[in-house]
């Protein structure tokens, strides 16, 4: 216990009230602020036993209630509410106070937040908590980033939040750069919505061509987490399908609308690969299966299903090929996330270690799984492998999937079941390994309607045909000037 460290907790939604509960536990005296301040009163009422609570009813009164250097974790909305409380804190705080942003926020908006508190004297850390509720209060995973002289104010602060790993390694990366911290966050929900749709689109198979009920793929999922698929989602998925609704006795994932909401950190996810030009396919399409979940009126009137369904001839061979298509995409979307980083890093001069990003998110993210411990090791071995699926390990096992990847995608579509992340992930290992892709007739065309210019495959230079003209062939310097 250490009664005399003291911390500001402002924001007690889903996450704050459980962040603020595992710092009262550790010992903090915890200053808890909410613009509803009736839900702080009522968080200490029933939580107040396990530490020591100070409710602030104003911004001001929880400034005034810590001792210099103040430590405030903000986790609000993310957004113009966090811009409003970030505002309102920067005229309250003293130089050498700290800020800690916990919400998911942009990274831009982090570097936005940071450069103005600097100019004030108060230091800011973005931390990304990769976690949910439940690790707000058990240990979750942390990408923060911050200043020298921000770590040295927030003492252990983070370090008592984390999760540990299977080693003991408090879950906790910082990673040096304005911004990164959220960023890297950010790519873990990327992530998090590919590795979700995969999922789903697994059960959609299991359920709709491998016939079975929701608990009986509980238990299939259940199995396949003793497998190289263990993970947290995984875990989750099978409670979810083992459970039973109440109210009608129906398996609970029949009485749950099928529209997949989201808030930002997908799409932001996708924003910016584009930006910077790498190809994150397996993301996007799990953003965009969200978003079309959700835009029933798009749906075009069936007045029959595809059916009558094809069957499978073997439909426990089939099983095995979904865990082996799973498996397989899941490695391509992950090396697709981490291209992202290597490119962000690269663009915005952040360090971040490939290792340790997946060495963080072993224990307290969503992403959880001891797969994360093979990527860990890949770029400890190779801090410059060009991406996984160039790891001889990883690349053997897509080369052992790729049959019945192939079987499944194409079972699917024959059946009429959409299972855009599968394919797309295969078709995403497709274009890596072909020798030849039908992108030469693209640029071709592009020159064709627009003087664009191609390569040629066999020598150096960039060339343009004078397709209006007598179809020569000129190089781009001739035909420009
Ligand atoms: N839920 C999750 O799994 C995770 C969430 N996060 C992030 O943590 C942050 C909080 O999320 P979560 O706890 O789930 O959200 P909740 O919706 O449960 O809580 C939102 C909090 O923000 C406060 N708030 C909203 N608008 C304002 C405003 N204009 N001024 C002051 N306070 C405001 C709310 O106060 P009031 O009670 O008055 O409405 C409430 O305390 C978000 O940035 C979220 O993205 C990060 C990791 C996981
Ligand atoms: O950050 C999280 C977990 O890591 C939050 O749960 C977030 O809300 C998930 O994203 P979305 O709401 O878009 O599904």
Redesign the pocket.
Known sequence: MRPTEQVGVMGLGAMGHNLARQLARSGYTVVVHNRTAETARSIVRKYGGEGRFLIADTPRRLVAALKPPRRVLIVVEAGSPTDAVISEMATLLAPGDLIVDGG?SHFEDTRRREAMLRARGVHFIGAG????TEDALHGLSITADGSDDAYNTLGSLLHDLAARTPNSMPTVARLRGSGAGHFV?TV??GL??ADMQLIAEAYGLLRRVANQAPARIAHTFREWNQSRLAAHLMEITSEILGHTDTATGQAFIDVVADRA??????RWTVQTALELGVPVPGIAVAVFARTLSCHRELHIPCDREPGPLLSVPDPDAFVSCIEHALYASKVTVYAQGWQLLRAAATAHGWDIDPAAVASVWRSG??LRAPFLDRISAAYLKAPDLPGLLHHTQFNRELDEAQHDWRTVVATAARNGLPVPALATALSYYDALRTSRSPAALIQAQRDFFGTHGYRRTDREGTFSTLWAEDRSEQSVQDVRH
């Not at 908590?129 to 949910?132: K, Q």
């Open positions: 998911n908590m990769c976690g949910g966050k873990h929900n998090q919505y909401e989201q808030k930002d950190t997908g993210s969503i």
